[in-house]
């Protein structure tokens, strides 16, 4: 398995930006899709981007298509998640997954996860 670590996370004001990191380690990651999911309170951990292998392919939730942007670097390990035009519906707990072969945007199909980053966006 890959290990995850995220940053980035904060408190910004809505119409802000933040930019998401994923450090992984214990493996190169270039034969595994990537994935950002979120967890808002009392709800249930939901999709927001993914990005295949080689970056060629990428997918986002409705919820945020065209303000945020999921990318990754392979020659770093890293994966990134730059979120724009932020709304307080967006505030959540933002986690990093990770899973070897074809994209997937089921939370069940990543055998990796890092451990989160809070993201508060205020109106």
């Known amino acids: 398995q890959v290990q995850l670590v995220e940053s980035g996370g904060g408190s910004v004001q809505a119409g802000g930006s933040l930019r998401l990191s994923c450090a992984a380690s214990?493996?190169?990651?270039?034969?595994?899709?990537m994935g950002w999911f979120r967890q808002a309170p009392g709800k249930e951990r939901e999709f927001v981007a993914t990005i295949s292998g080689s970056g060629g392919s990428l997918y986002y939730a409705d919820s945020v298509k065209g303000r945020f942007t999921i990318s990754r670097d392979n020659a770093k390990n890293m994966v990134y998640l730059q979120m724009n035009s932020l709304k307080p519906e967006d505030t959540a707990v933002y986690y990093c997954?990770?899973?070897?072969?074809?994209?997937?945007?089921?939370?069940?199909?990543?055998?990796?996860w890092g451990q989160g980053t809070q993201v508060i966006v205020s109106s």
């Open positions: 997954a990770g899973k070897y072969g074809d994209w997937s945007i089921v939370p069940a199909a990543f055998g990796s």
């Open positions: 214990g493996r190169t990651i270039n034969s595994y899709a």
